[in-house]
């Protein structure tokens, strides 16, 4: 459990400071945390780590370090500013990506 | 250096809050209810946050991009949905994502319409 909360720790402080230096009005910060945490969460399931390892690095750090709560709040951000097309696009090649990339760790590992 | 500890310890909790739940709620029948349930509670809990205090204090970031951001997860509903994929578990696999992308944008709404229909 311990484990899990440090993991947390800095994966919420990792995820903090790339969206502070990616700054655009298309939110590309957390559409590359959760793509490039898809993919090391698919190479991590599929290498079979120790348990331990496991609850700090993917269900701590990489479940922290990539969100769903913010990938929702801005696809309605950009639905309220009238930019409905890039929210669709925001939408689907968030999911579609990240079901991508996680096949891709997956095959890697 | 606030806002960085405030996050931090937020992401702590965040996802200690949802590796328990996910003990709990074991998935029925292979359905990972327990981050479907996570996500839509996250989303909806995220977008009131955001919509009442405007303002990003420490406090705010340490709840809302510490906390609610690490208790939600993006990683996890990937490998999820790709292992109903390699289950052929295609119904799963599809109700799950539809569930949760337009759950969760469902539960933004609801949560930004309460925090605004609060300021009124």
């Known amino acids: 459990m311990i484990l899990v ?3 947390g720790f800095f994966g919420a402080l990792t995820r903090f400071y790339i969206g502070k230096w990616i700054v655009s009005a298309y939110p590309w910060a957390t559409f590359f945390i959760n793509i490039t945490g898809a993919f090391a969460l698919g190479l991590l399931f599929a290498l079979n780590l120790s348990n331990w390892l496991w ?3 993917g269900i701590g750090f990489l479940g922290a370090y990539t969100t769903f709560s913010t990938f929702g709040f801005e696809a ?3 639905i309220e500013k009238k930019k409905s097309w890039q929210a669709i696009g925001y939408i689907c090649s ?3 990506f990240g079901l991508f990339f996680a096949t891709l760790g997956f095959l890697v590992a | 250096m606030k806002t960085t500890l405030a996050v931090g310890i ?3 909790f965040g996802a200690v809050s949802r590796y328990s739940i996910s003990l709990f709620l074991t998935n029925t029948g292979s359905f990972p209810i327990a981050t479907l349930s996570i996500n839509l509670v ?3 809990c995220l977008a009131w946050l955001f919509t009442t205090f405007a303002n990003r204090t420490p406090l705010v970031l340490g709840i809302g991009t510490g906390f609610l951001g690490a208790f939600t997860t ?3 509903f990937s490998v999820e949905t790709l292992l109903l994929l390699e289950n052929n578990e295609w119904m799963k696999a599809f109700s ?3 569930m949760s992308v337009m759950g969760g944008l469902f539960c933004v709404m609801i949560g930004t319409w309460l925090a605004r229909r609060r300021m009124k």
């Open chain 1, 55 to 57: 609850q700090l690095c």
């Open chain 1, 5 to 7: 909360g440090i993991g």
């Open chain 2, 10 to 12: 937020g992401g702590f």
């Open chain 2, 96 to 98: 799950y994502s539809l």
């Open chain 1, 76 to 78: 309605l951000q950009l």
């Open chain 2, 42 to 44: 996250g989303c909806f």
């Open chain 2, 74 to 76: 993006f990683s996890t």
């Open chain 1, 94 to 96: 968030t999911a579609l």
